[in-house]
Structure formats: structure tokens, C-alpha cells
């Protein structure tokens, strides 16, 4: 059974950080491409961030360069998301998603419950 469960989420101030955790079982975790994405009301899902589970591929959205972290741990199946410097348009549910990178895994494609990330004062 595949699963995705992030965790970390929850109330930060303009310019505070916070460390999302996303923890993988089900899969053959250095198969697949792990990302975070985020999600507000009305508007479309955005990429934040992408690492390949071998060859330490990364990419980030422009809104995040600089700020956000994404960092993986193959010993415990966990893909993380380090964000500094948080602002309130980073308000959103941050999204895990595990998307299959070889011939055999391809076109598989998983999705976490999401976990709440809100920045006010």
C-alpha cells in the first residue's frame, strides 16, 4: 500500500521558518521523483520543489530560490522541505507527490494528503 505523509505544517510569522516532513512507504523510493507543490483556493497547484531520489537533481520555483530547501534521506524513505524567510503569499497546503522516474515506474504518480502551512502575523 502506497502511502505519502507529510507532517510539519502549522503557524509561522512573516520572516519565520518552518521544516515539512514527507515520509514514503509502499514504494521503491529511489524510483521516483520527489516534489513538494503548493495549493491555494482559486488558483492552480504550483511546483515548488523537485529532487531525483539518485543523482541529486534539484529544482525550485522562482518564488522559492534562495528561501526553501529540499533535501531527501533514502535510510528513512523521507523527502523534507526547509522554508526560511516565510512570507504570507507562502500561505497554502504543501503537497507531497512521489512521480516514477524509470521504465518500470513510469507513469505512477502519488500524492500526500497535504499539510497546512499558514504565515501571519
Known amino acids: 500500500q502506497v502511502q505519502l505523509v507529510e507532517s510539519g505544517g502549522g503557524l509561522a510569522q512573516p520572516g519565520g521558518s518552518l521544516r515539512l516532513s514527507c515520509t514514503a512507504s509502499?514504494?521503491?523510493?529511489?524510483?521516483?521523483?520527489m516534489s513538494w507543490y503548493r495549493q491555494t483556493p482559486g488558483k492552480e497547484r504550483e511546483l515548488v520543489a523537485t529532487?531525483?531520489?539518485?543523482?541529486?537533481?534539484?529544482n525550485y520555483a522562482d518564488s522559492v530560490k534562495g528561501r526553501f530547501t529540499i533535501s531527501r534521506d533514502i535510510a528513512y524513505n523521507s523527502v523534507y522541505l526547509e522554508m526560511n524567510s516565510l512570507k504570507p503569499e507562502d500561505t497554502a497546503v504543501y503537497l507531497c507527490?512521489?512521480?516514477?522516474?524509470?521504465?518500470?515506474?513510469?507513469?505512477?504518480?502519488?500524492w500526500g494528503q497535504g499539510t497546512q502551512v499558514t504565515v501571519s502575523s
Open positions: 509502499g514504494f521503491t523510493f529511489s524510483n521516483y521523483a
Open positions: 507527490n512521489a512521480r516514477g522516474i524509470t521504465i518500470m515506474t513510469r507513469g505512477y504518480d502519488y
Open positions: 529532487i531525483i531520489s539518485t543523482g541529486g537533481w534539484i
